[in-house]
């Protein structure tokens, strides 16, 4: 097999493209390229820089991918820009090369959904199995962990980290980083709670969902600090726990997203009963 070109498409000669890709009326694609197999460029997409989309990806017409960052610091350097296998990239998405400040890197990872008019900033680390709806945009350097989902035109500040199995209500600005497994929304995002539904959908068994509603209660107790908490549960036989204690631990410049004032333990109690 080939790849299939359209006649108005325009390839440089540095380009790769392996078996079975498609490119569509009026795409561009330069630089460094690599289009790996079975993935289609619908029409008027542009692809540059040192750029590399996976296997059985989609990429939906005025995308654009490895451009140069909207960063004042950045010197031109070869940074890079990789999109994972079997993700969707619909209409006006941008996704924007690394710098030398953030790892030269900026990565989607596989099996990604990213709705009409996403922006994913330089050095972004998208983890697998994100979803991100309309007009999400994620700043410089910030951290998405697996199965997170992004509600519609939500903005995440750099260098936040958002972990893994969390939910961003829509239209939430978030400032702090996102525990795992959690979800916040507001105009100045707060801890709301559990992604009970999410958590639910892949599976988190009944024990690892009780477990991780105590701990983000009593990470947040009024009579207490997250350090002694997390110190406490350091001891947890739950893995779930052992990967909120993890993110807890990790290094971060960004103070951790919490709930209103009395909000989370009452809400949680109830749920409880």
Same mark, same amino acid.
């Given at each position: 097999?080939?790849?299939?070109?359209?006649?108005?498409? +325009?390839?440089?000669?540095?380009?790769?493209?392996?078996?079975?890709?498609?490119?569509?009326?009026?795409?561009?694609?330069?630089?460094?390229? @690599?289009?790996?197999?079975?993935?289609?460029?619908?029409?008027?997409?542009?692809?540059?820089?040192?750029?590399?989309?996976?296997?059985?990806?989609?990429?939906?017409?005025?995308?654009? +991918?490895?451009?140069?960052?909207?960063?004042?610091?950045?010197?031109?350097?070869?940074?890079?820009?990789?999109?994972? !296998?079997? @993700? $969707?990239?619909?209409?006006?998405?941008?996704?924007?090369?690394?710098?030398?400040?953030?790892?030269?890197?900026?990565?989607?990872?596989?099996?990604?959904?990213?709705?009409?008019?996403?922006?994913?900033?330089?050095?972004?680390?998208?983890?697998?199995?994100? +979803?991100?709806?309309?007009?999400?945009?994620?700043?410089?350097?910030?951290?998405?962990?697996?199965?997170?989902?992004?509600?519609?035109?939500?903005?995440?500040?750099?260098?936040?980290?958002?972990?893994?199995?969390?939910?961003?209500?829509?239209?939430?600005?978030?400032?702090?980083? $996102?525990?795992?497994?959690?979800?916040?929304?507001?105009?100045?995002?707060?801890?709301?709670?559990?992604?009970?539904?999410?958590?639910?959908?892949?599976?988190?068994?009944?024990?690892?969902?009780?477990?991780?509603?105590?701990?983000?209660?009593?990470?947040?107790?009024?009579?207490?600090?997250?350090?002694?908490?997390?110190?406490?549960?350091?001891?947890?036989?739950?893995?779930? $726990?052992?990967?909120?204690?993890?993110? +807890?631990?990790?290094?971060?410049?960004?103070?951790?997203?919490?709930? $209103?004032?009395?909000?989370? !333990?009452?809400? !949680?109690?109830?749920?409880?009963?």
């Amino acid at each position: 097999m080939t790849a299939h070109v359209h006649p108005t498409a +325009i390839i440089a000669p540095t380009v790769t493209l392996q078996d079975n890709v498609s490119i569509g009326a009026y795409c561009v694609v330069d630089g460094n390229t @690599t289009i790996k197999a079975g993935t289609r460029l619908l029409s008027h997409v542009v692809v540059s820089g040192n750029t590399t989309i996976g296997e059985n990806c989609t990429v939906y017409p005025f995308a654009t +991918i490895g451009l140069p960052p909207q960063d004042l610091k950045y010197g031109g350097e070869a940074s890079r820009v990789e999109i994972g !296998a079997n @993700t $969707v990239i619909r209409e006006h998405v941008t996704v924007h090369a690394g710098t030398q400040g953030g790892g030269l890197l900026t990565r989607v990872g596989a099996g990604c959904l990213l709705m009409v008019g996403v922006h994913i900033a330089h050095d972004c680390q998208v983890g697998d199995g994100v +979803i991100l709806a309309n007009n999400a945009t994620l700043a410089g350097h910030v951290t998405v962990g697996d199965n997170v989902v992004i509600g519609g035109l939500a903005a995440v500040h750099q260098f936040v980290r958002i972990g893994k199995h969390a939910m961003i209500g829509g239209l939430s600005g978030v400032e702090h980083d $996102v525990l795992p497994f959690a979800t916040v929304m507001g105009e100045r995002a707060h801890l709301a709670g559990l992604n009970i539904v999410g958590l639910k959908r892949r599976g988190f068994s009944r024990e690892d969902i009780h477990a991780l509603r105590r701990a983000v209660r009593d990470l947040f107790r009024e009579d207490s600090t997250v350090a002694i908490e997390t110190e406490k549960l350091a001891a947890s036989p739950s893995g779930a $726990v052992q990967d909120l204690v993890g993110f +807890i631990r990790s290094a971060s410049s960004r103070q951790l997203c919490r709930p $209103v004032a009395g909000g989370l !333990a009452a809400g !949680a109690d109830a749920e409880a009963a």
